[in-house]
């Protein structure tokens, strides 16, 4: 088709809003958030200026949006070598542990923070007597970082009430941002609903982040923001694959649908090299609602078996062991899937979780006024993170206490803060013992694009971040970014690129639309249109593509060269089409940029599986051409770049090297 352009003939050009900042924050979720209240502390006194954007309202945006149950990531009475052998072993060997290990001594810090600015944090008594975080407030216990005892539902996680969890985090994030616009005399620091498309490069220095631009999702404005540092924390990618709901459910999954993988692919255009992109995480939750399993297990000491009763992982442990030790001690989240989709594949399903049996279990020792909280904590943990879930149960008449539910492996999603690893490559802390000199680039979580920096979500092999880690990874690099500023404080940003072209381009499904609608004579309900390709319709060649060629749930995760090289044949066309897109409204503009980011975070996933000639991670992908882990030629890190200038992807081997020493044999 006939490459089109944008001259503005059939939409109205936006207004253009240059904004000039020292410090770029992209994106205000739990590292953004974290970044912003680091980075003013620093930037302050120093008259720096802080500039935030997001697609959303920093209030209510990102992961933790509906909230949280559990913080599962508290180090506390732990041992900080513990948790790097921790991520370590269930990432399946290969993390980053100068990153884990950095993350692990900072990361308490942003929970008492949070307890202080008003969290409620479950605590025991002093008879050993859990409390929920309102009851421990009535009752006056002790903060955590004053020696309170959290309850704790796994030896990394902690009960919170976290339904506001966000909010809260979100509020002193906008606080931090007004004290630096106070000092700096700004008139404005905070840009919600702005959803950026692309970083900008230097045009005088190489391989130099510049700035970013991004259009308002209600206003027809764009933004362009000038900036010496630059945060990516914009969080995973999510409705990559075809998720298992379809139709009406399609808006349900685990991880935020709003989340669509600009993280990744505005840092991949820009050329920052990525890491262990071909890890995903593929979440065992409560079947169609999502409802995470953590507190099930974990808390409610609830146990999951096939559809005949069996115990799955202690079935197949022997098994697993063989074929994965050392990787199997403990059984790491992998591993468990694992176990399940044996048994989904062999006809023994549905796998189920007896709510109903720990719960009865639980209330033997519980007086009447303790077994119905015990049923308010159950509905709570839904309905402080995952309310579908709680609706789904109510709709479909389910007490929890009488009867069990359906777990299911969900689609998989690209992230690296919960139980996966794709993200980018960044400069470690670089004071972490035994840590090669070349994992350090002098500051902290910066890619190695200069000026960016990487925190949450987006930085690649240092799983088990969660929340808390999101946020303190995000004060590290907000205070590294600072630091980056003075040094560099003579920079002025100079765009490689023209910013008309770049408005043009943004703004281009916008024209196609105006200039082909009349073609059909339903244009605005109307999916079809031989001049256009719809984005909803252009997700759905997406995911369906990731689905079949790249190991998603219709294969049950299976993939191998040949599907994968086929499916990167299909997803250049789709690229190659998506310059086609159309939007009839801002907020198709923003689902059209989505998507394109989708495909993005999409290919730089397949050709990193295509890369690694082995089963990494079972239970979360297989490559059905090389089944099995192959520790002599893949123990490494896998890396990638794209060439901003070419496009062109190169993937390499890195070394991967231990740091914590393996726990003495017992
Ligand atoms: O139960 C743009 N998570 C859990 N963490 C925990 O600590 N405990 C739990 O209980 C956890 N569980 C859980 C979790 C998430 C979800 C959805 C559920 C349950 C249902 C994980 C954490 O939430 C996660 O680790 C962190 O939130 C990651 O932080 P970060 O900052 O990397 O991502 P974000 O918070 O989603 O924020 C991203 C921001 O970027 C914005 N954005 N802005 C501008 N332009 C663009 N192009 C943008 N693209 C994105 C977003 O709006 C957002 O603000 S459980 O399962 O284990
Ligand atoms: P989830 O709710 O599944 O996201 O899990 C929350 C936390 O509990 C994560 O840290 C998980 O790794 C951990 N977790 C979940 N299920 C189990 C389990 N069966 N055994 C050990 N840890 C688990």
Same mark, same amino acid.
């Given at each position: 088709?006939?490459?089109?352009?944008?001259?503005?003939?059939?939409?109205?050009?936006?207004?253009?809003?240059?904004?000039?900042?020292?410090?770029?924050?992209?994106?205000?979720?739990?590292?953004?958030?974290?970044?912003?209240?680091?980075?003013?502390?620093?930037?302050?006194?120093?008259?720096?200026?802080?500039?935030?954007?997001?697609?959303?309202?920093?209030?209510?945006?990102?992961?933790?949006?509906?909230?949280?149950? $559990?913080?599962?990531?508290?180090?506390?009475?732990?041992?900080?070598?513990?948790?790097?052998?921790?991520?370590?072993?269930?990432? !399946?060997? @290969?993390?980053?542990?100068?990153?884990?290990?950095?993350?692990?001594?900072?990361?308490?810090?942003?929970?008492?923070?949070?307890?202080?600015?008003?969290?409620?944090?479950?605590?025991?008594?002093?008879?050993?007597?859990?409390?929920?975080?309102?009851?421990?407030?009535?009752?006056?216990?002790?903060?955590?970082?004053?020696?309170?005892?959290?309850?704790?539902?796994?030896?990394?996680?902690?009960?919170?009430?976290?339904?506001?969890?966000?909010?809260?985090?979100?509020?002193?994030?906008?606080?931090?941002?007004?004290?630096?616009?106070?000092?700096?005399?700004?008139?404005?620091?905070?840009?919600?609903?702005? &959803?950026?498309?692309?970083?900008?490069?230097?045009?005088?220095?190489?391989?130099?982040?510049?700035?970013?631009?991004?259009?308002?999702?209600?206003?027809?404005?764009?933004?362009?923001?000038?900036?010496?540092?630059?945060?990516?924390?914009?969080?995973? $990618?999510?409705?990559?694959?075809?998720?298992?709901?379809?139709?009406?459910?399609?808006?349900?999954?685990?991880?935020?649908?709003?989340?669509?993988?600009?993280?990744?692919?505005?840092?991949?255009?820009?050329?920052?090299?990525? *890491?262990?992109?071909?890890?995903?995480?593929?979440?065992?939750?409560?079947?169609?609602?999502?409802?995470?399993?953590?507190?099930?297990?974990? &808390?409610?000491?609830?146990?999951?078996?096939?559809?005949?009763?069996?115990?799955?992982?202690?079935?197949?442990?022997?098994? +697993?062991?063989?074929?994965?030790?050392?990787?199997?001690?403990?059984?790491?989240?992998?591993?468990?899937?694992?176990?399940?989709?044996?048994?989904? %594949?062999?006809?023994?399903?549905?796998?189920?979780?007896?709510?109903?049996?720990?719960?009865?279990?639980?209330?033997?020792?519980?007086?009447?006024?303790? @077994?119905?909280?015990?049923?308010?904590?159950?509905?709570?943990?839904?309905?402080?993170?995952?309310?579908?879930?709680?609706?789904?149960?109510?709709?479909?008449?389910?007490?929890?206490?009488?009867?069990?539910?359906?777990?299911?492996?969900?689609?998989?999603?690209?992230?690296?803060?919960?139980?996966?690893?794709?993200? &980018?490559?960044?400069?470690?802390?670089?004071?972490?013992?035994?840590?090669?000199?070349?994992?350090?680039?002098?500051?902290?979580?910066?890619?190695?694009?200069?000026?960016?920096?990487?925190?949450?979500?987006?930085?690649?092999?240092?799983?088990?971040?969660?929340?808390?880690?999101?946020?303190?990874?995000?004060?590290?690099?907000?205070?590294? !970014?600072?630091?980056?500023?003075?040094?560099?404080?003579?920079?002025?940003?100079?765009?490689?690129?023209?910013?008309?072209?770049?408005?043009?381009?943004?703004?281009?499904?916008?024209?196609?639309?105006?200039?082909?609608?009349?073609?059909?004579? %339903?244009?605005?309900?109307?999916?079809?249109?031989?001049?256009? @390709?719809?984005?909803?319709?252009?997700? &759905?060649?997406?995911?369906?593509?990731?689905?079949?060629?790249?190991?998603?749930?219709?294969?049950?995760?299976? *993939?191998?060269?040949?599907?994968?090289?086929?499916?990167?044949?299909?997803?250049?066309?789709?690229?190659?089409?998506?310059?086609?897109?159309?939007?009839?409204?801002?907020?198709?503009?923003?689902?059209?940029?989505?998507?394109?980011?989708?495909?993005?975070?999409?290919?730089?996933?397949?050709?990193?599986?295509?890369?690694?000639?082995?089963?990494?991670?079972?239970?979360?992908?297989?490559?059905?051409?090389?089944?099995? +882990?192959?520790?002599?030629?893949?123990?490494?890190?896998?890396?990638?770049?794209?060439?901003?200038?070419?496009?062109?992807?190169?993937?390499?081997?890195?070394?991967?090297?231990?740091?914590? %020493?393996?726990?003495?044999?017992?």
């Amino acid at each position: 088709m006939e490459q089109e352009t944008n001259e503005f003939r059939f939409v109205e050009k936006p207004e253009v809003v240059e904004v000039e900042t020292d410090l770029l924050l992209m994106g205000g979720g739990m590292a953004g958030a974290g970044a912003a209240f680091e980075a003013c502390r620093w930037a302050n006194p120093k008259n720096l200026k802080v500039v935030m954007v997001d697609k959303a309202a920093v209030e209510r945006s990102g992961a933790v949006a509906q909230g949280l149950s $559990a913080i599962n990531t508290y180090i506390g009475e732990n041992d900080l070598d513990d948790y790097v052998r921790y991520v370590r072993g269930d990432l !399946m060997g @290969i993390t980053r542990e100068d990153l884990v290990y950095d993350l692990g001594r900072h990361v308490d810090d942003s929970v008492h923070l949070f307890e202080e600015w008003g969290l409620p944090i479950w605590k025991k008594d002093d008879e050993g007597h859990s409390m929920d975080g309102h009851q421990a407030r009535d009752a006056g216990t002790a903060l955590l970082k004053d020696g309170g005892t959290p309850v704790r539902s796994g030896k990394w996680q902690i009960m919170i009430n976290g339904e506001s969890y966000k909010a809260i985090v979100g509020e002193v994030a906008k606080k931090a941002l007004e004290t630096n616009k106070e000092a700096t005399g700004m008139e404005e620091n905070l840009y919600e609903r702005v &959803f950026c498309t692309r970083l900008l490069l230097d045009a005088n220095e190489e391989n130099r982040v510049a700035g970013a631009i991004g259009f308002s999702v209600r206003e027809n404005k764009v933004y362009v923001f000038k900036a010496n540092a630059i945060l990516n924390g914009s969080g995973g $990618a999510v409705n990559v694959f075809r998720p298992r709901s379809v139709g009406e459910g399609m808006g349900r999954a685990w991880f935020p649908v709003w989340n669509s993988g600009s993280g990744y692919a505005m840092g991949a255009q820009a050329g920052a090299e990525m *890491t262990l992109m071909e890890n995903r995480f593929v979440p065992m939750r409560f079947k169609d609602g999502y409802g995470p399993v953590g507190a099930w297990f974990l &808390f409610f000491k609830a146990k999951a078996t096939n559809g005949l009763g069996e115990d799955y992982c202690e079935k197949h442990a022997d098994m +697993i062991h063989e074929e994965f030790a050392p990787y199997d001690n403990p059984m790491g989240t992998c591993l468990r899937n694992h176990a399940a989709m044996i048994e989904m %594949a062999d006809g023994n399903g549905p796998i189920i979780m007896h709510t109903d049996k720990a719960m009865q279990a639980l209330a033997e020792s519980m007086d009447e006024k303790q @077994i119905k909280h015990l049923e308010a904590e159950a509905w709570e943990d839904f309905l402080d993170m995952t309310i579908a879930q709680a609706g789904l149960w109510a709709a479909e008449n389910v007490e929890p206490d009488k009867v069990p539910s359906e777990l299911m492996p969900s689609e998989p999603y690209l992230l690296g803060s919960h139980a996966g690893c794709a993200g &980018f490559w960044v400069s470690g802390p670089g004071d972490i013992e035994g840590a090669p000199d070349e994992w350090s680039w002098g500051y902290n979580r910066m890619s190695t694009v200069k000026g960016l920096f990487m925190a949450g979500d987006v930085v690649g092999a240092s799983g088990h971040k969660f929340s808390s880690g999101s946020h303190a990874e995000g004060r590290i690099a907000g205070k590294a !970014m600072v630091a980056f500023c003075l040094d560099n404080a003579d920079y002025t940003p100079t765009f490689k690129e023209s910013v008309d072209e770049l408005v043009a381009e943004m703004y281009l499904p916008m024209e196609i639309h105006g200039k082909h609608k009349a073609y059909t004579t %339903a244009p605005e309900n109307i999916d079809v249109n031989p001049n256009y @390709i719809r984005p909803r319709m252009l997700q &759905f060649r997406l995911m369906k593509i990731m689905d079949e060629y790249v190991g998603g749930v219709s294969t049950q995760y299976k *993939t191998s060269k040949s599907l994968l090289e086929e499916g990167l044949r299909k997803l250049d066309v789709l690229k190659e089409d998506s310059k086609h897109l159309a939007a009839q409204d801002l907020h198709e503009l923003l689902r059209c940029w989505e998507n394109y980011h989708r495909i993005w975070a999409a290919e730089a996933h397949a050709r990193h599986i295509l890369f690694r000639e082995e089963s990494r991670y079972p239970g979360y992908y297989y490559r059905g051409d090389f089944p099995g +882990i192959d520790d002599e030629n893949w123990k490494c890190f896998t890396n990638s770049k794209v060439n901003p200038e070419t496009g062109e992807w190169d993937v390499k081997k890195v070394d991967y090297v231990q740091l914590v %020493a393996a726990p003495a044999p017992a």
